[in-house]
């Protein structure tokens, strides 16, 4: 099965680690890790690890956008960067050794030209073929189109293709215009699809299979953050816990999740398998320090700790 994802709005990921968080003072950072991030790209690069062949499509953009793309290709990641004008963007995390907090800072992302979108798009459309799986992921700059992801999704309607989205905010509301095969809200941003502020436990199963009923998802992952995950599908609904971990770092562990998932469907799961792998992948990388993600050695422990 053919595996792609895209990124609209990359980062290079950087984190260190300082004694103490003291405002008015220079901090002298120690510790200093470099990644390639954003949603689709840690999809891949959890998905190299679970062996799962896949296409990384990315755009890159100046100096950041080239010290990104060689971070994939030291990891043998299968990219197809794509050169815009707009520098890609950085992100920062920072744990204070003293409180072991960690404060993270995410850059706003660049504009895309007419010119790029449409090379986005023609590389998508050459890419995706009948019965693929093609993985939107990762947040779209204020400056870029809202509905980048919906007219990319009706290009491809055609092809038959399981589409996956995990954004957020408007950007997702407007996606869901068009059916797909599985969203990953957390429970902020499902509420916002059903146009409230808060849904109770119960509120959030009816919605999550209201949308599953109306085949505007077929898989509704929703991420209840450290304690885990439910999905609705036309099987019902089922939530798996997280176990009990020492958590060093969350990030990437929602686009670890997706990764899982992904890994779980190209194999023909169950529901209540796909959601497990999820949370597998999900957790073992908040076992890792940084930008760090999931590596095989926490995947297997954590698929132990689960049973």
């Not at 509420?191 to 077929?218: C, D, I, P, W, Y």
């Not at 885990?228 to 969350?250: D, Q, W």
Request: proline share 2%; aromatic share 4%.
């Amino acid at each position: 099965m053919n595996i792609i994802t895209l990124t609209l709005n990359p980062a290079l990921d950087k984190s260190a680690k300082v004694d103490q968080v003291i405002p008015d003072q220079k901090l002298k950072c120690h510790s200093i890790q470099y990644q390639a991030g954003g949603g689709g790209v840690n999809i891949s690069r959890v998905l190299n690890v679970l062996q799962v062949k896949n296409k990384c499509i990315c755009t890159i953009g100046g100096d950041t956008g080239l010290n990104l793309k060689n971070h994939l290709l030291k990891e043998n990641i299968n990219l197809t960067a794509i050169s815009v004008e707009a520098w890609t963007r950085e992100n920062l995390s920072i744990v204070d050794k003293q409180t072991q907090l960690q404060y993270r800072f995410g850059m706003p992302g660049g504009e895309l030209s007419l010119n790029e979108i449409e090379q986005i798009k023609t590389i998508i459309n050459n890419e995706a073929s009948e019965n693929s799986i093609l993985v939107l992921s990762g947040s779209i700059s204020e400056k870029m189109p809202l509905d980048l992801y919906v007219k990319i999704i009706q290009m491809v309607k055609e092809k038959n293709i399981k589409i996956i989205v995990d954004t957020s905010e408007k950007a997702l509301m407007e996606t869901l215009k068009e059916n797909v095969f599985l969203i990953k809200p957390n429970q902020k941003e499902l509420a916002q699809l059903a146009g409230k502020e808060f849904l109770t436990k119960k509120e959030q199963e009816v919605f999550a299979m209201e949308l599953v009923n109306s085949n505007r998802a077929k898989y509704v992952v929703v991420s209840l953050g450290a304690r885990g995950a439910f999905l609705a599908s036309s099987e019902g609904v089922f939530y798996k816990n997280t176990p009990s971990v020492k958590v060093k770092s969350t990030i990437g562990a929602g686009d670890s999740m997706v990764a899982g998932m992904v890994f779980a469907i190209q194999n023909g799961f169950s529901s209540e398998e796909i959601l497990k792998w999820g949370v597998v992948c999900g957790t073992a990388t908040t076992m890792s320090e940084g930008t760090n993600l999931a590596s095989k050695k926490n995947i297997n422990t954590v698929l132990e700790l689960m049973g």
